[in-house]
Antibody, heavy 114, light 112 residues
């Protein structure tokens, strides 16, 4: 069955960076792009961007440009999302989701704390 | 960006009774290909979102037929014909016609 398995919770200091992984299985990795979505209690769901596994091409939401970098490794069917220059406002649950949003990862909690 | 506005934001429902959630977009979601990309998700406590309905009314495999989606243009509705205990959670709409994808604020369905 289709599965997206994300890496575990992370804690970082302000100003640091973090890289979250999302490993796909159960389908042809290069057949679907992968989204990243942020969830915060007060702000709901925020679409962050997309990576196309075949080409590595990315598209980022305006508000996250300069903040995120999405990459992929076709040899391991894994996509990555790196957040830089972390602030307290980046504390959130981060999800990956397959193209049509028909399958989601379990979420990765990133906590920014001094 | 397209703004998605849901109402109500909180919906207490009695078991066995119907429930209805509205989602309005700031512009028409009809794509140049003629399709309308409006999706509904359910998120139970502690879980990831689950897609229930796509393209306004198409139900995902395994989704009970008490869930139905309708609407057109800028005005959409998710209906639960008879609420069951397992339906408690937050429901989100999302538009998939324009970039960036945008979500509604979420409607919390609680069982009275």
């Amino acid at each position: 069955q289709v599965q997206l398995v994300q890496s575990g919770a992370e804690v970082r200091n302000p100003g640091a960076s973090v890289k979250v992984s999302c490993k796909a299985s159960g389908y042809t990795f290069t057949s679907y792009y992968v989204h990243w979505v942020r969830q915060t209690p007060g702000q709901g769901l925020d679409w962050m961007g997309i990576v196309y596994p075949t080409t590595g091409k990315t598209e980022y939401a305006q508000k996250f440009r300069g903040k995120i970098t999405m990459t992929r490794d076709t040899s391991t069917s894994t996509v990555y999302m790196e957040l830089s220059s972390l602030t307290f406002e980046d504390t959130a649950l981060y999800f990956c989701a397959r193209g049509p949003f028909d399958s989601w990862g379990q979420g990765t909690l990133v906590t920014v704390s001094s | 960006d397209v703004v998605m506005t849901q109402s109500p934001l909180s919906l207490p429902v009695t078991l066995g009774q119907p429930a209805s959630i509205s989602c309005r977009s700031s512009q028409s979601l009809v794509d140049s290909d003629g399709s309308t990309y409006l999706t509904w998700f359910q998120q139970r406590p502690g879980q990831s979102p689950r897609r229930l309905i796509y393209n306004v009314y198409k139900r995902d495999s395994g989704v009970p037929d008490r869930f139905s989606g309708s609407g057109s243009g800028t005005d959409f509705t998710l209906k639960i014909s008879r609420v069951e205990a397992e339906d408690a959670g937050v429901y989100f709409c999302m538009q998939g016609t324009y970039w960036p994808r945008t979500f509604g604020q979420g409607t919390k369905v609680e069982i009275k």
